[in-house]
């Protein structure tokens, strides 16, 4: 699934509602972060994967108070400017694979216990 944003309106008249508003928020299963928008912070802003909207409203409406959705949409991914990206440097490291040997060292003895068991 891809990401969503959903947009809760919340009645939040305290301090402690509007804490226990983004509790609940936060709770739900998928949600990667919760936050106030909106003129009066009176609006709920949840991005995440896979987050029942429906569920949301209902938690929040039974903890809270009256509880209405603005919106539910995908999250708009920013897209980095292209003047950053000028002729990136490229740094390359060789490493020699065969640098140590250890096939002198033959099997641990350990191991030869195991192999003949079977």
């Known amino acids: 699934m891809a990401k969503q944003k959903i947009v809760v309106k919340v009645t939040m008249n305290t301090k402690k509602k509007a804490s226990k508003a983004l509790q609940i928020a936060v ?34 409406r039974k903890g809270v108070g009256y509880t209405e959705l ?3 949409g995908p999250v708009e991914e920013k897209k980095p400017d292209a003047a950053k990206e ?19 060292y033959g099997m641990p003895c350990y191991a030869y216990a195991y192999a003949y068991e079977i």
Do not use: H, M, R, W
Request: no cysteine.
């Open 27 to 60: 709770s739900l299963s998928g949600v990667e972060s919760a936050s106030f928008v909106g003129s009066d912070k009176d609006q709920i802003a949840v991005t995440g994967e896979g987050i029942d909207s429906v569920e949301l409203t209902t938690l929040l």
């Open 86 to 104: 000028t002729n990136p440097t490229v740094a390359s490291l060789n490493v020699n694979p065969y640098q140590y040997y250890y096939g002198s």
């Open 70 to 72: 603005v919106s539910v």
